[in-house]
C-alpha cells in the first residue's frame, strides 16, 4: 500500500566534527520517503523553490516516489544550516530561511487523496490539519513535529494529535509538550489527547513506544561511524511507516517491527552526510543489519533461580 | 557460589526534585550486597567510623551479607552529599567528606579469600589491585573506577583493567577514558587494554555490553517515579554479579541475562531513597518485573518482505 508523505525539501549546510557540507539535499520529506521507498511506494508533497536542482528529482524518481505533489514556486528553496558537536546529539541551528516554505500550501493530486498511509512529517499544525482534510479515509496517519510549534501553535497540534493514530517524535519534545521530567509520565500525558500511539525517537539511544497499554523500548543500533545525524528521525518515520505500509498490519507486534526497521533505517543514513548512505544501499544490506539488531538485543531465559 | 565486594558504606544527603534526605544510608558496598543478596551470598569488604549505627548493619545481616570484613576505625564515616535536577541523570556533587575511607587499608578476612566472584566497586585502583592480590584464584571478577580515577591514576586503573574480566564503567566514564566520543570506539579501545567484557552504564537509557566479537544493547526499564539515582549502578553491578555467581556461568548468554537482572534491581533502587526500596523488595517483585521487562524489548519476525 502506499504512503503519503507531506514535508519538506530543503538545501541544508551541516557541519559535524567530520566535516562541513554546503547545500547538501535535505527535508524532512526527502528523508521520509528515500527511506519508506524501499518498502513500498510514497508520494511525496512539498515545496521547492525554482532553484531546486532536477538532479535531486530525478535521484527521488529513480526510487520510484511520486513526486508529482511537490510544488515548485519561484524563489529560494527552503534553507537549514547547523551544526553538531562531538556527542552528536542536538543540532545546534545557525541559521534558518523559510523562504519557499513560508507560501506553501499544500495540495494533494488527486491522486494521492486515497492512499491509506500519510505522515505529516514536522510542518506547521495547520497545515497538517489541512492535508488531514484533504484525504478521504487514511487508514493510518502519523505525524512529527518541533520545538518551534509546541511553544508556538500548542492548540494545532492538539487537533492533530487528537486525529492521528501515531505521533513521532523526540525525547525533549516530549517533555517540553507536557511540561513533564519524567518520560513514561510525558508519553501518557501526550496519548491522553487523542492518538493512540507515541513513538519517543532517543537519537543515540533508540526509540520508547507508548500504548494505554503497553510500554516497548529498544536501543539503536550502535554504530562505530557516525558521520551526520541530520535526518535521522525522518528516515527512522520512514523505515517505520514503510513497513507498516508494506504488510498492511498495524497490530502491537507489527508496529514493534515497523520501529526496529525504522531504527535500521536510520542507522543507514547517519553513517554518511545527506542522503549519501541511502543512495547507495540496497535492500540486502537492511536484511542483514535487522538481522544483526535481533543479535544485539536478544536475550533469553536460560536458568531459573 | 559467594560473591566478595570491595567497596564504601557512607552516610549520604541526597537532594532530588521530590524531597532531601540527610544522612542516609548509601556507599558502594552496600548497594552491591544487597542488591547481590537477593541472588547469593555476599561478602562486604569496606570501612566505616564509630558513627555508623549498629542499625545499618543489622540490616545487611538482614539480607545474609558477611560483614566480618567491614572494618571499624575510630572517627567519621564517609560522607557523601549531591543533588539532583530533573532530569536524574547526573548528580552535582556538593561535599565528599573521605574521613576514614582515607585510612582504608583493605584486609579480607581469609573466609573471604577462596570466593569465586569478585566486585572491585569505585575505589583507588591501588586498593584494588591489593585486594586482586588477596584473592587466592577468583573465577570472575568484575570492577568499576570513576572519573576521579581515570584523571588522577590512570596507570594503575589500566593496570586493574588487564586483570579483571568485566569492567562495569558508565558511559561518560567510557568516553573521557579512552578521550572518544564514539561509544563502540570507546569500548573497542577498553577491551584492548586486558578486561574481556566492557558493560557500560547508561543510566535512563540502559546498558550496553561490548566484548571483542559481540555487542549486546538494552534498555532500561521505563519507571513513571524516580525518586533518586543514587546507588543505581551499584545496584546494577549486584543484581548482575549476584546473577552470574547464583547460575556459576558467564557465557555470553548468562552475561545477557544478567545483564536484564541488573538493569531490573536498578529500576526498583531508583524508586526511593537510600535503600529504602530494597528494604521492602521480595524476590518474586524481581521475577515479575524480569517477566515484564522481556514484555517491553520483545520484538519478533512477523512478515518477511
Known sequence: MSVVVVGTVAFDTVETPFGKRENILGGSATYFSTSASFFTDVSLVAVAGDDFPDEHITFLKSRSIDTSGLQRIPGATFRWEGKYGYDLNDAQTLDTRLNVLSEFRPDLPDSYRDAEYLFLANIDPDLQLEVLGQMRSPKLVACDTMNFWIS??????????????????????????????????????????????????????????????????????????????????????????????????????????????GSVMASFNVEDFSLDRMKRLDYREIERRYKLFKTLTHFEDIGAL
Chains 1, 2 share one sequence.
Open 152 to 261: 508556538s501553535k500548542i492548540d494545532a497540534l492538539k487537533e492533530v494529535l487528537k486525529r492521528v493514530d501515531i505521533a513521532v517524535i523526540n525525547e525533549a519534545e516530549a517533555r517540553q509538550f507536557t511540561s513533564e521530567p519524567n518520560l513514561i509520565k510525558a508519553a501518557s500525558n501526550i496519548i491522553s489527547l487523542g492518538c493512540k500511539r507515541l513513538v519517543i525517537k532517543r537519537g543515540e539511544y533508540g526509540a520508547l513506544m507508548v500504548t494505554p497499554d503497553s510500554v516497548f523500548a529498544t536501543p539503536a543500533y550502535p554504530l562505530e561511524d557516525v558521520f551526520d545525524p541530520t535526518g535521522a528521525g525522518d528516515t527512522f518515520a520512514g523505515g517505520f511507516m514503510g513497513y507498516l505500509a508494506n504488510t498492511g498490519n498495524s497490530d502491537e507486534a507489527s508496529v514493534r517491527q515497523a520501529i526496529i526497521f
